[in-house]
């Protein structure tokens, strides 16, 4: 079975912090994906990765930046945490090749910035 | 415009009865997918059901079943039976272009639905 792990369900960050979400994937998936959930909002994706370095924008990149150095890892990264980034964020990962491209799913991290 | 559109904030059924979530989708790509995911309240994301624009069956899955009308552009989801444990926010999202070429899903704002004892 494909796992994607999230470092933390749940944190509490102050304005002006830096923040580090971490996602884990132990399949040798080549995308990864950051997607923040809003109520009425549906999954609006921040940033994904379709090999190791490399990045691309999805809709809502602003105040974010992404990292991933090895595969199995994509970290999103909130350079000055803002209120305005309290949200659920979700990591997934997919094989290009993969069954209908689905996207597998890390449990979430519900972000709250004071 | 809306690439994926959910109609339905919220619903509710009784257990044991059917009942069709709705979704449309908007797309010039003649190659696409659609997915139906369940977002219980312990967050998690799990997979349903997909539906590719070339399928000419209506995908099921147990007790769920898509019912792809490609001319309307709606991709509804039918949950028979209802369980308690279907009480859960759904959502539809797409891939657009080929499998194997696109990366992203689109999803939809969800639907929050409810089962009654």
């Known amino acids: ?114 | 415009a809306q690439k994926i559109t959910q109609t339905q904030p919220g619903m509710f059924v009784q257990e044991k009865e059917a009942v069709t979530l709705d979704c449309t989708y908007d797309t010039s790509d003649q190659s696409y997918g659609l997915f139906w995911y369940k977002q219980p309240s312990s967050g998690e994301m799990i997979f349903l059901i997909y539906q590719g624009s070339y399928d000419e069956q209506n995908a099921t899955e147990g007790r769920y079943s898509l019912n792809f009308q490609k001319a309307r552009k709606s991709a509804n989801l039918v949950i028979s039976a209802s369980q308690l444990g279907d009480s859960a926010m759904y959502f539809c999202a797409m891939r657009e272009g080929r499998l194997g070429s696109a990366r992203q899903l689109t999803f939809g704002s969800g639907t929050q639905l409810t089962v009654l004892p």
Request: charged share 25%; hydrophobic share 30%.
């Open chain 1, 1 to 114: 079975d494909v796992k994607v792990t999230q470092s933390s369900r749940y944190l509490v960050k102050r304005t002006g912090e830096k923040v580090f979400l971490e996602c884990v994937q132990d399949m040798d998936h080549e995308n990864m994906f950051w997607y923040r959930q809003d109520p009425g909002l549906g999954l609006r994706l921040i940033y994904f990765s379709y090999d190791v370095k490399m990045k691309e924008k999805g809709d809502i990149p602003e105040g974010y930046s992404v990292s991933r150095e090895k595969k199995e890892r994509f970290s999103l990264i909130l350079e000055s945490a803002s209120t305005n980034q309290t949200s659920m964020y979700l990591c997934a990962s997919s094989h290009p090749s993969g069954q209908n491209n689905e996207q597998f799913f890390g449990p979430g991290t519900r972000l709250t910035v004071l």
